[in-house]
């Protein structure tokens, strides 16, 4: 295949990806990721997915995305910006950003059909998957090897530009297009996340112990709360944000423009009177169409009896 040929397919997907809403757009070849293996072993190994065992699933396709998408070529990795113009307010129990507005999953789903779509029509027959923090890909090291930002020592992606309030997801495909290269890392000395951590979840630069994890207590433990954590939740009810809010490169994150994203109204003012007050209904009106609903209304009402004084 020529040089050009690529070159026009790969401009032409990232022009649609940008007016689409997408943040920004990088390629990377499709292959083994070699670096990440031993990682992810010896974090499996030390029991750090705590009882997310579906994270042990499927180690080999979490490595190797051509046994996700046969005869897969390049995985396109895509930002989706969803930092809020406006925060709850100071007297409340705190939700993650990302979950403000409507589930996340649904949204960027139907962006990437789109982007398929055109790729389609672009191009022709592309055999391809889309991916959304729903099957066993490794999102952020495609994001770094795509030249997007790197993994910080809070194991999120970061860039310069944005800082890392925005969601990651993956088209799979089976065509050659250009590829972009890794980002160095800008982290430095810098050891905020590490030491703004309420559960000293960041055991060592670079790594999370995902058992010690606010949002795993939060979202994923199914069981009761740890009496022992009682104190460390620093009021946080669905996930948490604080090695994202410490981090300086989230001075430099703006406002998402996806209406679907925006809270309903109630959700920036209610305070935690409120909260320990609330009923089926509210959370129904609250959290129509949420990512909150998966830990569903007796799993926010076990999270706020236990923050409460």
Known sequence: ??????????????????????????????????????????????????????????????????????????????????????????????????????????????????????????????????????????????????????????????????????????????????????VTDHCGTCTACIDACPTQAIVDPYVVDGSKCISYFTIELKNELPNEMKDSFDDWMFGCDVCQDVCPWNRFSKPHNEPLFNPNPDLLSMTKKDWEEITVDVFQKVFKKSAVKRTKFEGLTRNIDFLKV
């Open 1 to 182: 295949m020529s040089i050009d040929i690529k070159s026009k397919w790969t401009n032409s997907i990232k022009t649609e990806a940008k007016r689409l809403g997408f943040l920004s757009c990088g390629i990377s070849k499709s292959d083994f990721l070699e670096e990440e293996a031993p990682r992810l072993e010896k974090w499996l190994n030390k029991n750090m997915n705590g009882e997310m065992s579906y994270m042990a699933n499927h180690f080999d396709k979490r490595l190797d995305p051509r046994l996700l998408v046969e005869s897969s070529k390049s995985v396109i990795s895509l930002l989706l910006n969803y930092y809020p113009e406006e925060t709850q307010i100071e007297d409340s129990y705190k939700i993650s950003k990302y979950a403000y507005g409507q589930d996340y999953h649904h949204i960027i789903k139907t962006k990437l059909r789109q982007l398929q779509e055109f790729i389609t029509e672009e191009i022709g027959d592309v055999n391809g998957r889309a991916f959304v923090d729903s099957a066993p890909v490794l999102d952020k090291a495609w994001a770094a090897k795509s030249g997007l930002g790197w993994i910080g020592k809070n194991s999120n992606l970061l860039t310069q530009q944005v800082g890392s309030f925005y969601f990651i997801a993956e088209l799979i495909v089976d065509i050659e297009l250009e590829y972009d290269h890794a």
